[in-house]
């Protein structure tokens, strides 16, 4: 009887924890006014274009963050005034002129009732490529083999008749090696990229490209949170993007290794009636397919607000962990306003 209880004194005792748990508190704290928010990539192959909006409050309920559609935004290069951005739409700007090499790019920003906004740039050095390649390291193979159907009753079942080879399928990485040389003994900065395309074909005309950016594998740096990635310590560290420095090699040159996972399929001669409905089901379509590397030099404050939201991103997911700010170089705002220079070299796959 004193089990019986103890047991409905414990069961009562852990509704009423759970059912309290849930409690609103009201925010009695000030409820900030939005700033100003400038984000601008510069690139010596593009015109200067800025993204003006509003920032709001965390506990807004908005979804959208409201356009700036009526600043004047002046335009400086090397310290001299160069003109007046002109109004696209929704908060977008262009200038006529594209940033060259080395030149410090600064923007004014007004807005009514907001103090002047004002934030600048270094277009970085162009890194230099001196020579690239790639090589498959494959970890796996199977083959397929023709099956024949046989027939047990109402259920089908798939038996081996012959152990012909139809295709062999190879799973493994693709590997890059890119041998740079480092620009300065300045410190620079880099933002490394790579883009698969496959453009397909049907009797030479082509009638659909597609463009992925795939994860790679840097070979010998450390990610966001401190791990060396790479061969150094076994890890598969997979990333859309790697920034890093040129600390290892500063002004000297420089070979960087890294890699992406890679499937391939190879269709032995007069075996393609085996595979219908696949991505070329007919002999009069193929597929062209190229891997891109895009190394960009960047400037410091890129590499520190992509860093640093990098970071912040890796930590939404910790329950203990400190949230990070990321970095912001805009004065009487927030934003980025970064500059990069892009240099690429495709490889065409066989």
Do not use: W
């Amino acid at each position: 009887m004193k089990l019986y209880r103890y047991i409905i004194y414990i069961s009562i005792v852990t509704a009423l924890i759970f059912t309290s748990c849930k409690k609103e508190i009201e925010f009695r704290g000030e409820i900030s006014e939005p700033l100003i928010v400038l984000n601008s990539f510069l690139n010596t192959d593009s015109l200067i274009v800025v993204k003006l909006s509003k920032s709001k409050f965390f506990l807004s309920n908005q979804t959208k963050y409201d356009n700036v559609n009526n600043a004047e935004i002046s335009l400086y290069i090397n310290s001299q005034y160069k003109e007046k951005l002109t109004f696209i739409s929704e908060g977008n700007y262009s200038s006529s002129i594209k940033p060259t090499v080395g030149d410090t790019v600064a923007l004014s920003v007004l807005v009514d009732s907001y103090d002047e906004i004002k934030t600048s740039s270094i277009m970085p050095e162009n890194v230099i490529i001196l020579s690239s390649d790639t090589t498959y390291t494959f970890t796996n193979v199977e083959y397929d083999v023709i099956y024949d159907e046989i027939m047990y009753g109402e259920m089908m079942y798939d038996e081996t008749i012959q152990g012909d080879t139809i295709a062999i399928n190879k799973s493994g990485y693709l590997n890059f090696r890119i041998h740079i040389k480092d620009p300065s003994l300045q410190p620079n900065y880099y933002r490394l990229i790579l883009k698969n395309i496959q453009v397909y074909k049907h009797n030479g005309n082509e009638f659909r490209r597609s463009t992925f950016f795939v994860p790679i594998n840097l070979e010998g740096f450390e990610d966001v949170n401190g791990s060396v990635l790479g061969m150094i310590t076994g890890e598969e560290q997979m990333s859309i993007q790697q920034l890093f420095t040129d600390e290892m090699f500063n002004g000297k040159e420089f070979s960087l290794k890294f890699k992406t996972n890679y499937m391939k399929q190879i269709i032995l001669p007069a075996y393609n009636e085996y595979f219908p409905g696949g991505l070329l089901p007919e002999p009069e379509t193929t597929m062209e397919e190229s891997y891109t590397v895009n190394l960009q030099s960047i400037s410091k404050e890129m590499y520190l607000y992509l860093k640093s939201k990098e970071e912040a991103e890796s930590t939404m997911n910790g329950l203990f962990t400190e949230p990070v700010q990321v970095y912001n170089n805009i004065t009487n705002g927030v934003g980025i306003l970064g500059s990069y220079t892009n240099n690429e070299v495709t490889f065409e796959m066989k």
